[in-house]
Every structure is written in structure tokens, then in C-alpha cells.
């Protein structure tokens, strides 16, 4: 199957991420695969990686004919049997240029706020498949008023030979962050924003610390409540077991250091990257159970669901994660959970199937 993928944004979004790795799947399972993106940003630089064919181009919005120009001549030379989308902005050009040229379109949706009206009812009509991320935002477009038979799901893949248990990776990791090797590292990675439940995970681990002094705290990413939670730390008394990284590229590297991974959100998230990275690299989870987090993860065989903002239940499933013989077990579950679930090879699988069932295609 030939699949030209096209998404020239620029960001360094979860989005942007499930599309490289898609692209990647797909060309490790034996597919011609060629992408049209920005020369800047994460989307261009993770298909070069993977030796993907890249062409740049972008749309600066719906009217760019310099977009439109990209996509008709790669179809024109390359013959896909399907455009794939990603963004929004992309939505309308691809169903035009799918249009104009008999090439099937699919595109994905990641957030689940509302389209535009027009957005909303045409988008999935005319796609050939409109494919949501996760059970939790295929209810809610559905909710919108798209018919259920338009609305298919593909789960984000991740590449579980990135994102693997490697033990010269962890002490190397621990040494750079002086941290001991027989320390208990909870890992937080993301955007240090209120809706992700930073400050209740900050409270919990203090409360956690004041029980268990082999207990640490790893802090991978940034944002505005940033600063908010280094001030926490050190009003704690416990400003030395916190560790804060800042924003960073190579998150693998730092999984390789954790015991577990907290994802906290206190509003729903459409899907959860960070938990099935976390469990293939052989972490437990601890995940709010809201949106499409419980999605991500199998309920006291992987990790625990926990209620969101409730920062004695996080403080206990923290604790009851503190025991390496649990952490370890739960650990090796969450490494099979995740290459079975959400592996290259089984997204890849199970996206050619939905591409290719005619039972569900529409001209």
C-alpha cells in the first residue's frame, strides 16, 4: 500500500508525535510511505530519522494554493492509495485534493472540542475514514452528531525498541541526576500546566516523602506552573529529592531512570501518550481515571486508576508503588500490555485493516 502522509505543522505536540510514528510503523511493515511536511519542527526531523522520503511544503491555512501545489504533484508522481492527515488546518485541502485526484483521504482527530459547523458535518461525510484516537473521543464526536459508522478508532503506536527497560541507560541516567541506584524514582513527563494535576501529584509526593525516605521525584518537561512547584519543593523540606529537567527532547532516556510514572490530569485527555511510552520502557503507571487515560492501561494488572485531584488516593497508590517487588512485577505486565496493545507492529496491523475494509469505505 502506498501512503502519502501530509502534515506540515510545526509543532511538538502529541499529535505531531503520533504522526511520525505512525508514518514509521506503517514503513516497517512493509509500505511505501512518503510525507509532505514543514522544514522545521518535530513531524520533519522524525521522518528524516526514519528514513521516510520527505518533501517540504505548507499550508499557512485553508487557501494556500503552495499546499495545494505539494500535495497534487507527490500524488501525481508518487500514485498513494490514500492521503493521511493529522491537523486540522490540513482537513479541507486533503478532501479537495482527494477529490480532485480519485485518492481515498483519512484523516485524524486528536482533540475533542468542537469543529466549526460546516467542519463538524462535512469533514466526516467526505473523508473516507475519520478516525478518532480513543474510544472516549469517538463518544464525544458522536455526541457532536457524527454518525456513529463514520467514526473509526486508531490507537497511537509506539515504538517499543525506542522505548525499552535498559539497564546501562538507567544507571547512566541516575548518575547524570545524581540519583542513587537504590532509590525509588516516581517520574512525572509533560507540560507542568494546572490541568494536568501537577500540583496534586507535587502534594502527594511530599505527603509520600514524609513516609518513605527512598522515595525521589523526577520532573521532565515545563510549563507555567513551573515555577509554582519548585516553590513547593522547597517549602516540603524535601526541595533535594525533587529533580527538575526542563523541557527535553529525548524523553526515552529519562523513562530508563523511573520506578513508575504518574499522569495526574485533572481534565480529560483524549488519549495519553506518555503512559503507553512509560509502560513499554517496563514502568507502572498510576493514571487519572478520566477522558481516555484508563484507555492506555490495564486497572491493577499495569498500573492504578485514581481519581483525579483526590491527593491522598495519588499519595497511597504512590506508596503501594514503592515496593520494588510490586513496582517490578507490575512493571513486566505493563512492558507486554504495551507491545501487544499499542506496538508498531499491532498499530500498523490493525490500521491497514481499517484502511483496506471495504465494509467500511466510502466514495
Known amino acids: ?124 461525510r467526505l473523508a473516507q475514514r475519520f478516525i478518532a484516537v480513543s474510544d472516549y473521543a469517538r463518544d464525544a464526536y458522536i455526541q457532536w452528531g457524527v454518525p456513529p459508522d463514520r467514526v473509526h478508532i486508531s490507537y497511537n503506536p509506539v515504538d517499543t525498541v525506542q522505548f525499552q527497560p535498559n539497564a546501562q541507560c538507567r544507571a547512566a541516567m541516575r548518575r547524570e541526576l545524581g540519583i542513587g541506584d537504590s532509590v525509588i524514582v516516581l517520574g512525572y513527563m509533560g507540560r507542568m500546566h494546572g490541568s494536568k494535576g501537577v500540583i496534586t501529584l507535587m502534594q502527594a509526593a511530599n505527603e509520600a516523602m514524609a513516609k518513605n525516605d527512598r522515595l525521589h521525584q523526577l520532573w521532565v518537561g515545563d510549563g507555567p506552573e513551573e515555577q509554582a512547584l519548585r516553590e513547593m519543593a522547597v517549602q516540603s523540606g524535601f526541595s533535594d529529592r525533587h529533580h527538575f529537567t526542563g523541557w527535553v527532547a529525548d524523553t526515552e532516556r529519562y523513562y530508563c531512570a523511573l520506578s513508575f510514572l504518574a499522569f495526574p490530569s485533572v481534565a480529560p485527555e483524549t488519549f495519553g501518550r506518555v503512559a503507553i511510552e512509560a509502560q513499554a520502557c517496563g514502568l507502572p503507571v498510576l ?67 481499517l484502511l483496506s475494509d471495504r465494509n467500511t469505505l466510502r466514495h
Open 287 to 353: 493514571g487519572s481515571h478520566i477522558g481516555g487515560i484508563p484507555e492506555t492501561m490495564q486497572d491493577k494488572v499495569t498500573g492504578y486508576l485514581i481519581p483525579p485531584s483526590d491527593v491522598a488516593a495519588w499519595r497511597d497508590g504512590i506508596l503501594v508503588l514503592c515496593d520494588p517487588g510490586h513496582c517490578r512485577e507490575m512493571g513486566n505486565a505493563a512492558r507486554a500490555y504495551a507491545i501487544a496493545h499499542f506496538g508498531n507492529a499491532a498499530v500498523a496491523r490493525d490500521f491497514e485493516h
Open 1 to 124: 500500500m502506498k501512503l502519502l502522509f501530509v502534515g506540515t505543522n510545526t509543532e511538538h505536540t502529541g499529535a505531531a508525535t503520533h504522526f511520525v510514528a505512525l508514518a514509521k510503523a506503517m514503513s516497517e511493515a512493509g509500505h511505501q510511505v512518503e510525507g509532505i511536511v514543514s522544514r522545521r519542527g518535530l513531524i520533519g526531523e522524525g521522518l528524516e530519522v526514519a528514513h521516510i522520503p520527505v518533501y517540504y511544503s505548507s499550508f499557512r491555512n485553508v487557501y494556500d494554493l503552495r499546499g495545494y501545489a505539494s500535495v497534487l504533484t507527490r500524488v501525481r508522481e508518487f500514485n498513494p492509495h490514500w492521503l493521511i492527515g493529522n491537523f486540522g488546518k490540513e482537513y479541507w485541502p486533503l478532501i479537495a485534493c482527494g477529490r480532485l485526484t480519485h485518492t481515498r483521504v483519512a484523516l485524524f482527530r486528536h482533540r475533542t472540542p468542537r469543529m466549526r459547523k460546516i467542519s463538524e458535518y462535512g469533514v466526516p
